[in-house]
């Protein structure tokens, strides 16, 4: 079985914006939120779509997806976890308790506020996810990287051809991810940036996924004039 998880755990910040998480905020007509979720509920490939968010905002995010989807079962609505990887965890243990974890059982985890994901981004997310058990949605790096020690000065210069920059969906195995994840110490944990980092820090493979350059993550104000002109020329219904 295949499920989508939508990570909704912000509280916007960055955005500046102390009325709601930046994942309520409209572009177009619609909540940032409802755009992302309604990638996932066209997918017929998903068994359920699991959204998770703080508490404070599970009942308003249930009534959004009523408002913009109707009565449906195949989206529920859970709080999420003191951390991305905890909420992620929250997931798995709803799955479990409802389906069962199975070999096969796949979690699609993405970004509440990348909103622009394409079917064919999914797709690769489920196929790959299914071949290697790991993938990370990705683009490459187009500006040279540099690395600080101490945020000063440069201490190294890597090869822009290896250099990649990470988006979602990043699609994981669920038994081998809570397997992982619960073999890890309290430091493994601490610097842990994300779900591919538990498998690099096992020493697990990740299979890379093609990205797209405007499956952008809408962080800050620029953000949103980004988003609000790509939905005026289109590119929610085009790249579906």
Same mark, same amino acid.
């Given at each position: 079985?295949?499920?989508?998880?939508?990570?909704?755990?912000?509280?916007?910040?960055?955005?500046?914006?102390?009325?709601?998480?930046?994942?309520?905020?409209?572009?177009?007509?619609?909540p940032i939120?409802?755009?992302?979720?309604?990638?996932?509920?066209?997918?017929?490939?998903?068994?359920?779509?699991?959204?998770?968010?703080?508490?404070?905002?599970?009942?308003?995010? =249930?009534?959004?997806?009523?408002?913009?989807?109707?009565?449906?079962?195949?989206?529920?609505?859970?709080?999420?976890?003191?951390?991305?990887?905890?909420?992620?965890?929250?997931?798995?243990?709803?799955?479990?308790?409802?389906?069962?974890?199975?070999?096969?059982?796949?979690? !699609?985890?993405?970004?509440?506020?990348?909103?622009?994901?394409?079917?064919?981004?999914?797709?690769?997310?489920?196929?790959?996810?299914?071949?290697?058990?790991?993938?990370?949605? !990705?683009i490459a790096?187009?500006?040279?990287?540099?690395?600080?020690?101490?945020?000063? !000065?440069?201490?190294? !210069?890597?090869? =822009?051809?290896?250099?990649?920059q990470g988006?979602?969906?990043?699609?994981?195995?669920?038994?081998?991810?809570?397997?992982?994840?619960?073999?890890?110490?309290?430091?493994?944990?601490?610097?842990?940036?994300?779900?591919?980092?538990?498998?690099?820090?096992?020493?697990?493979?990740?299979?890379?996924?093609?990205?797209?350059?405007?499956?952008?993550?809408?962080?800050?104000?620029?953000?949103? =004039?980004?988003?609000?002109?790509?939905?005026?020329?289109?590119?929610?219904?085009?790249?579906?």
């Amino acid at each position: 079985m295949v499920f989508g998880v939508i990570l909704a755990g912000g509280i916007g910040s960055r955005m500046g914006n102390a009325e709601k998480p930046k994942q309520f905020i409209k572009i177009g007509d619609k909540p940032i939120i409802v755009h992302t979720i309604e990638k996932f509920f066209v997918h017929t490939g998903m068994e359920k779509i699991i959204v998770l968010c703080p508490k404070q905002w599970v009942e308003h995010t =249930r009534n959004l997806v009523k408002q913009y989807m109707g009565e449906t079962d195949r989206v529920v609505v859970l709080e999420g976890g003191t951390t991305r990887n905890e909420t992620i965890m929250n997931s798995i243990r709803y799955v479990e308790e409802n389906y069962g974890l199975e070999d096969d059982t796949l979690l !699609v985890t993405h970004d509440s506020v990348r909103p622009f994901l394409t079917h064919r981004i999914i797709e690769d997310n489920i196929k790959y996810g299914l071949q290697y058990g790991a993938v990370d949605t !990705v683009i490459a790096a187009t500006d040279t990287i540099v690395a600080s020690e101490d945020g000063k !000065v440069i201490t190294a !210069v890597p090869d =822009r051809s290896q250099m990649y920059q990470g988006q979602t969906p990043q699609t994981f195995n669920a038994k081998k991810l809570k397997e992982l994840y619960y073999s890890l110490t309290d430091e493994e944990k601490a610097i842990l940036t994300d779900a591919s980092k538990i498998f690099v820090i096992k020493g697990e493979k990740v299979h890379l996924v093609r990205g797209e350059v405007f499956n952008i993550k809408i962080t800050y104000p620029y953000d949103l =004039r980004v988003a609000e002109s790509l939905i005026q020329n289109g590119e929610m219904e085009s790249e579906c």
